[in-house]
């Protein structure tokens, strides 16, 4: 049973382009959720989705970011404009509903030259 | 808000010295605390969950307890291959289903 899967595990981006990160859940879990962790931070929560519903993105900056997990594919990370601040490991658990643990995947490490 | 601190940052044993992480925190009715494993450029991997004060969980050397201000992860005649950051999360009863995190704790076992 594969584990929660990212890609790009790398990316670099200058500054003012966009990053798309992709997040595709163990299998038979439904519940997606988005991290970022800063250097010398702690992960830090930013959303959560369900297929095709965003269920808490109380996290999420408000501008620049955006979130989605369609009925098909995978849950992208959608990141407009990347300014240097946005560099960080943004990681994607997901679980097979609620209130259970998360299994993270390995990351994607964006880096904003 | 919710809150979780860590200690110590960073802790240095030598092979088979025994030794306990603290987690604290501050929580609006707590719906699991979670410790997770860490290594360099990889993902958290998922430890223990418990639930309700007085639970413990253990696998290996590694053993978790908890009580209503703070859990510990107790590490027993631990090895090498146990360095990693340990992470403890929580998530609170407000509503919200993300986890909340500590910062970590760096261990470092040597030979």
């Known amino acids: 049973n594969a584990g929660v899967m990212q890609n790009p595990r790398h990316l670099v981006r200058r500054r003012g382009q966009e990053a798309r990160l992709r997040c595709s859940p163990m299998?038979?879990?439904?519940?997606v959720y988005w991290y970022r962790q800063l250097p010398e931070e702690g992960l830090k929560f930013m959303v959560y989705?369900?297929?095709?519903?965003?269920?808490?993105e109380s996290g999420m900056p408000k501008e620049r970011f955006s979130a989605e997990f369609p009925k098909e594919g995978p849950s992208i990370l959608r990141i407009q404009q990347v300014v240097r601040g946005d560099s960080a490991a943004y990681f994607c658990?997901?679980?097979?509903?609620?209130?259970?643990?998360?299994?993270f995947g390995p990351g994607t490490r964006l880096t904003v030259t | 808000e919710d809150q979780v601190t860590q200690s110590p940052e960073a802790l240095r044993l030598q092979e088979g010295e025994s030794s306990s992480l603290n987690c604290s925190y501050t929580v609006s009715g707590l719906r699991g605390l979670f410790w997770y494993r860490q290594d360099p450029g990889k993902g958290p991997e998922f430890l223990f969950t418990l639930y309700s004060a007085g639970e413990e969980k253990e696998k290996e050397r590694l053993k978790a307890t908890l009580t209503k201000k703070e859990s510990f992860l107790h590490i027993t005649a631990p090895k090498p291959e146990d360095s990693a950051t340990y992470l403890c999360a929580v998530r609170s009863g407000g509503g919200a289903d993300g986890l909340t995190f500590g910062k970590g704790t760096h261990l470092i076992i040597q030979p």
């Open positions: 989705l369900q297929k095709e519903n965003i269920i808490d």
């Open positions: 299998k038979g879990h439904s519940h």
């Open positions: 658990a997901s679980s097979p509903g609620t209130g259970g643990e998360q299994y």
